[in-house]
């Protein structure tokens, strides 16, 4: 597409800082990752709580609790809970959101909420002015700069997460434009490619006035996001604005995780809300039952309604059946969660001063039930550090000679110098070998005083320049078209012609210079994938002597090919091999990247907690071999597969001859490596040969993928992900890791040499590999356990107390009244019940951090999901609804009028017992929750049944405390009733803390016959339970009606209440 240059008279200056609007304005492209802003909060976030399936359906309560007459409950009883909760979720919401907007490193321009947001307006072909430190706002091509050949540095971190300064020089055409009467001259177009993603292509021409296309490449493009560094200021020409730009191409929205446990409470709501409505028509037919029974209805009680209007006034008596609070309490619980994670010193990592981060709270428990870990390898398993160790010269090796990797730092080998100074027969080679490390690079040196530092596009290029310097060969100097070294003291300059960059193809770079005899000269270095040594980053190095001739007729060739606009890269490549050819091998670079901390002993932690560790790297195969052997990850007796094809029939056939040699050991875990380069993965991967491929690998202990692209990389996790439903976690550094982070179930960043687009991507920041270990195996398994136990218990609680409901309906004739007072029902699970789920769900341990460290295998707990599923949840529901009708019907028995509130009070001592018994790590705060909370309650219970009528609210509650609290019968049920609930889950209890000790495989010893004994015991306690509350139950309807209550209380066909207390007007119905 075709861009005209602005035909102006005036300078754009970024960004817009002087008051007064007389020069024209652009837009300041501001990327905010703020979820909210000051105007979209309100909107935006009830949308999504709203979205919610269970704040969605207590919206809905809320609304049929308005229609006059239907609502047993009153009007107000849901929406003030339902209220609370928002506020409370709001706050939360606020707070995460404000966080997230400090800590991000996207843009660090980018304004905060609540501050106003200066949009400055920029179009395609205008001419902006940027200066030091500045973001670019768009996607420019450099016309000029403060320097004198027109260079300039930019810092890219934002965009491919390195964190070297890179250089862009403008065109020779335009580098004299500084001037507004020059710019206002200037006139012309860009002809461009498409917009797209690639930071590191750009294709385009300038056409000037009359003159030669010019071609313009990525060495002249400043792109948006980056920062200018060590220049004074730039001019550039628009040509990509707002989403065209290569960094919102590139703006991949983050998936919406959610965890397993979150799934299955969900799926679990909507059941529970279908029991619910289950629950309803069975009392509308119950309802039509006791009509047609009972024709002569007493006077009291009032006409029923229609169906419809009984279904909506049962589907509001039994509504809390859905625990309004769990979902708050959730957020509420994995927020701080997530603050233990941010603040635990042992993931501190003080040499950088970098903590642990939860960049997310939904996935906490997620961390507990990991079953597949997939890792890059440079930066990741190893520091990104490098450093020059050896070196081959004409067939002479120099360096150490360690088996793996040595301890040493530094190359330490004084033969080369000798050799050079002694007249040795390879000293011409070496001058040219240590020539070639200082002119063949793009790396940028910056002087400070007599010191050198080098900024370079990657670790390698550094280590090679750095390893120079130690030898005597001194880069100083980059200069547009040339660079100076100082080789044994003396100063050379080599003129740089052209630069043949480095592509992921040829896997090699090349530079045309001409020396300073005037030779002109091709310096190449490059990768080898079939030469490594000793699990080092082996590099070759080579030269040609070119003829004026070849060049030009190259030059020609080469011209041609960077003004194409459509495949230039291609264009390109097929020119640069035309000729890098006939080479004179000089030798070969050897650079060590070292482990990091602890990386073989978190290994091997994590193997014993049965997580399978695939290492997915796009470095060489051999390499890869090498760091797996240090870390562990292999051993020497461990057989090991290694597919390397070149087609798919090829690895079709291999691969399904590994199959048949495992025979029935297939799909299952074999002691086996597996190592596959990204060529053979492409084809492993086809749609004919995946499942074979998926068999094989994962019937393997360890997987190595060598040779991958970015792209790759996800793909395979993707794979993983979808086919074997299985917790995937990846971990990685830098850019190119960015998409299986994202694709993992859980994608942990580790903040490192590569900048902080990893973990700005990913779900939970770490500094070190090692710190994986307790991010998994401590934080995952007790969140896991915490947040489980949470869920179970607030289901256990709502059940507990609204299935009475129930049992009340069918004794008083599915009047659809309720059998405890409005606001008790409505604070239950707000205060009353509240306090338990948090100590659960924040401080509940199943072990220490000591033991779980010590015993890896105890992982496996959490990680299996035993602990919570659909049948674990529907058994503490059984549970409950056992539980219930024993606190219904024994009260009802020893206390045959006025027990409703004394029924609520065995419940809520009932429920928070539960609590305590369901804690394995008892502190200060489970103390308080516990016996805090049946305090709170006796002490709300005394004064709220005084208030009336000083205060116009509860008059069936008067007098229930001071005559309960006095009753002998009340406090004998106040111990026997939670006893009598209780006793079996103690025996089930002790049953299930011996069985997790056995399955997590320890060396206890327990008796078989015991475990027996308990199992046999709670089984026997259960169906007792269950068999008296049926006879209870056939006992009791229909002839008891002591807690028959009015349908509603009418005068003159106008409702004039909404229900009686049992205690105020206790009745019975003759048959």
């Not at 207390?1061 to 119905?1069: E, G, H, M, N, R």
């Amino acid at each position: 597409m075709f861009y005209p240059l602005l035909s102006c008279n005036q300078i754009l200056c970024f960004p817009l800082m002087f008051p007064e609007f007389r020069r024209l304005t652009f837009y300041l492209s501001t990327h905010s990752t703020a979820k909210y802003s000051m105007w979209s909060f309100l909107p935006r976030y009830l949308y999504l709580q709203f979205s919610k399936t269970a704040n969605a359906f207590f919206l809905f309560i809320t609304i049929l609790q308005q229609i006059p007459d239907v609502s047993p409950t009153g009007k107000y009883t849901t929406l003030v809970p339902l209220l609370v909760i928002l506020v409370i979720s709001g706050i939360k919401e606020i707070v995460e959101d404000y966080v997230s907007v400090l800590l991000v490193n996207a843009l660090k321009n980018t304004i905060l909420l609540l501050i106003v947001i200066l949009k400055i307006h920029v179009n395609v072909g205008d001419i902006v002015k940027a200066t030091n430190g500045q973001f670019l706002p768009a996607d420019m091509v450099l016309i000029s700069s403060s320097e004198p050949q027109a260079t300039c540095f930019v810092a890219t971190s934002n965009l491919d997460g390195e964190t070297n300064l890179k250089i862009r020089q403008a065109l020779s055409e335009t580098a004299t434009m500084k001037t507004e009467k020059q710019l206002s001259n200037l006139s012309g177009k860009i002809k461009c490619e498409e917009p797209n993603f690639h930071f590191n292509s750009f294709a385009g021409t300038l056409y000037l006035n009359e003159k030669s296309p010019i071609s313009i490449g990525p060495d002249q493009v400043l792109l948006r996001g980056t920062q200018l560094k060590n220049t004074e200021w730039i001019l550039g020409i628009v040509v990509y604005t707002g989403f065209e730009t290569k960094f919102m191409q590139n703006a991949v929205k983050s998936p919406l995780k959610r965890s397993k446990v979150e799934k299955v409470t969900n799926m679990q709501i909507l059941v529970l809300f279908l029991l619910l409505l289950v629950m309803s028509l069975v009392s509308c037919v119950g309802a039509i039952y006791w009509k047609d029974r009972y024709r002569a209805e007493p006077w009291y009680i009032g006409k029923s309604g229609n169906f419809g209007f009984d279904l909506l006034v049962f589907i509001i008596l039994y509504h809390n059946l859905i625990p309004i609070s769990l979902l708050v309490t959730l957020e509420i619980v994995k927020y701080i969660q997530a603050l233990f994670i941010n603040w635990d010193e042992d993931m501190h990592f003080k040499g950088s001063n970098v903590y642990a981060m939860a960049r997310t709270s939904n996935l906490n428990e997620e961390l507990g039930q990991v079953e597949y870990l997939f890792s890059d390898k440079t930066g990741t398993l190893t520091c990104n550090v490098m450093t020059f160790k050896k070196c081959s010269i004409a067939g002479i090796t120099y360096g150490q000679s360690p088996c793996f990797i040595s301890d040493a730092y530094e190359f330490n080998d004084p033969a080369l110098l000798q050799n050079f100074e002694n007249d040795h027969p390879t000293k011409e080679y070496i001058k040219e070998f240590l020539t070639l490390l200082c002119v063949c690079h793009t790396v940028v040196p910056e002087r400070e005083g007599n010191n050198i530092s080098y900024q370079a596009s990657s670790p390698d290029e550094a280590a090679l320049v750095k390893g120079a310097k130690k030898l005597g060969f001194v880069f100083t100097t980059r200069m547009p078209n040339s660079v100076t070294i100082e080789a044994m003291g003396e100063e050379l300059t080599f003129e740089i012609l052209n630069v043949l960059e480095f592509s992921s193809n040829r896997k090699r770079m090349s530079i045309i210079v001409r020396t300073p005899e005037g030779r002109l000269r091709l310096y190449c270095k490059g990768a080898v994938s079939d030469l490594s040594l000793a699990g080092l980053r082996t590099l070759c190095v080579a030269y040609i002597d070119l003829t004026e001739i070849e060049y030009e007729q190259w030059l020609v060739m080469y011209k041609k090919a960077i003004t194409v606009v459509k495949d230039r890269m291609k264009t390109l490549e097929d020119c640069y091999d035309s000729i890098e050819k006939k080479f004179l091998l000089l030798g070969a670079t050897a650079i060590e990247d070292r482990l990091q901390a602890r990386v073989p002993e978190t290994i091997t932690s994590l193997l014993k907690a049965n997580i399978k560790i695939w290492v997915l790297t796009g470095d060489k195969q051999e390499t890869a071999i090498n760091i797996a052997y240090s870390c562990k990850l292999l051993s020497g007796q461990m057989p090991r597969i290694q597919l390397n094809a070149n087609s798919l029939e090829a690895t079709q056939q291999v691969i399904s001859q590994n199959c048949q040699d495992l025979g029935a050991l297939l799909g299952k875990e074999n002691d086996l490596a597996l190592i596959i380069d990204g060529k053979t993965l492409k084809y492993a991967l086809h749609v004919e040969v995946r499942k074979c491929f998926l068999n094989l690998a994962l019937s393997c202990r360890t997987v190595l993928c060598c040779r991958l692209s970015p792209l790759q990389k996800a793909e395979i996790v993707d794979v993983v992900k979808k086919q074997v439903k299985a917790i995937t976690l990846a971990i990685g550094d830098g850019a190119n890791d960015v998409g299986m982070i994202q694709t993992a179930h859980v994608g942990v960043g580790i903040s490192g040499n590569e900048g902080m687009l990893a973990t700005n991507n990913s779900d939970y920041a770490i500094a070190q590999f090692s710190y994986l270990e307790k991010l998994l195996l401590v934080h995952g398994a007790w969140n896991y356990f915490r947040v489980t136990k949470c869920i179970l218990y607030c289901f256990y609680k709502n059940v507990v107390l609204y299935i009475i409901e129930l049992w009340f309906a069918i004794v008083n004739g599915f009047s659809g009244q309720i059998i405890f007072e409005r606001w008790c029902i409505s604070l239950y699970n707000v205060i009353f019940t509240s306090l338990p789920p948090f100590t659960l769900g924040i401080f509940e341990r199943c072990c220490s951090q000591e033991s779980l460290l010590r015993y890896p295998q105890l992982y496996r707990i959490s990680q299996t999901g035993d602990i919570f599923n659909i049948k674990v949840l529907w058994i503490q529901c059984i549970n409950a609804i056992v539980h219930s009708f024993i606190l219904f019907w024994l009260p009802a028995k020893m206390l045959e009028h006025g027990s409703n509130f004394i029924v609520f009070c065995y419940v809520v001592v009932t429920v928070c017992l539960k609590a305590g018994l369901e804690t394995m790590s008892w502190n200060k705060f489970t103390h308080f929750a516990i016996w805090g909370s049946i305090m709170i309650w006796l002490g709300f219970f005394a004064v709220y049944s005084s208030l009336w009528p000083t205060v116009p609210v509860a008059p069936e509650m008067t007098g229930q405390g001071s005559m309960a609290l006095v009753c002998p019968h009340f406090w004998l049920g106040f111990f026997i009733v939670p006893i009598v609930c209780l006793i079996q889950n103690v025996a089930w209890k002790s049953f299930v803390v011996f069985q997790l000790l056995s399955h997590a495989s320890l060396s206890f010893t327990i008796s078989q016959s015991f475990l027996k004994l308990m199992s046999i015991v709670s089984v026997l306690v259960n169906n007792v339970i269950l068999c008296c509350s049926l006879l209870l139950l056939l006992q009791s309807f229909p002839a008891s009606g002591s807690f028959l209550m009015s349908r509603h209380f009418t005068s003159g066909g106008q409702s004039i209440g909404a229900s009686v207390s049992a205690s105020v007007l206790p009745v019975y119905i003759q048959d």
